[in-house]
């Protein structure tokens, strides 16, 4: 069973009042469990997919069915519980709030869905990144691996079917970006979440089931590993 479908979607911009294709005509279906890599150069459509898949932006046709609901059809409560719910962010910059402490950051998504018990979930997924120990530092006081597994326990602390990362390991260095795609990895394997990944990486790309090529905004080849 499908948790994503893109029905031959696509999604225009206009600047200066000239219309600019950022994905064109785009059709997948991603299952449960799955892990797929979206690859090609800078400008080729990815993060505007990935957007599109967690219902931050919205296509100028076709439709996008995130666990069976029209992401177009949402009013503003229904698609702010779909993001709550149902998905989960990673960042390349990592995003975290620097005025909060690590557990509070991950405790943050629970805390905006009015969700009990925030403390222990946060501190259980911290454990599961290995950065309890760090619960109470500021993200000033990480490296930039350690702000990304936080920023990982964050995205999983409210169990999403569907984790969306764009360029996770962009500004780690090799070793660091090893232990961060084995972290995903292992979501995958333990968890049955499904990984959608933007990423220039072909180290990255070699974690996922998946791979789909894109150019132009087109799918160019989709091959599984």
């Not at 946060?122 to 990144?129: G, Q, Y």
């Not at 984790?163 to 660091?176: K, S």
């Not at 961060?180 to 974690?207: F, K, Y």
Request: net charge negative.
């Amino acid at each position: 069973m499908s948790i994503l479908e893109l029905e031959h979607v696509s999604k225009d911009y206009v600047s200066e009042g000239v219309r600019v294709p950022a994905v064109h005509d785009v059709s997948l279906q991603v299952g449960r469990g799955e892990s797929l890599a979206l690859v090609g150069r800078s400008g080729c459509g990815k993060s505007t997919l990935l957007n599109l898949a967690g219902a931050m932006d919205f296509p100028t046709s076709g439709r996008v069915i995130l666990d069976g609901a029209d992401t177009s059809s949402l009013d503003d409560a229904g698609l702010t519980r779909v993001r709550r719910e149902k998905v989960g962010f990673i960042f390349q910059s990592f995003q975290l709030l620097p005025t909060l402490s690590v557990v509070e950051n991950v405790e943050l998504p629970l805390m905006l869905a009015g969700r009990s018990g925030v403390r222990d979930a946060a501190l259980e997924r911290l454990r599961w990144v290995e950065m309890e120990a760090y619960a109470a530092r500021m993200p000033y006081q990480l490296s930039g691996g350690q702000m990304q597994r936080v920023a990982i326990a964050r995205a999983l602390v409210h169990s999403p079917d569907l984790l969306l990362a764009d360029e996770p390991t962009g500004n780690l260095d090799t070793t660091t970006g090893d232990v961060i795609l084995a972290l995903l990895r292992r979501i995958a394997d333990e968890q049955n979440t499904t990984i959608l990944m933007a990423t220039h990486s072909v180290e990255a790309a070699g974690i996922c089931d998946q791979i789909l090529q894109m150019r132009d905004g087109r799918i160019q080849a989709l091959c599984r590993i």
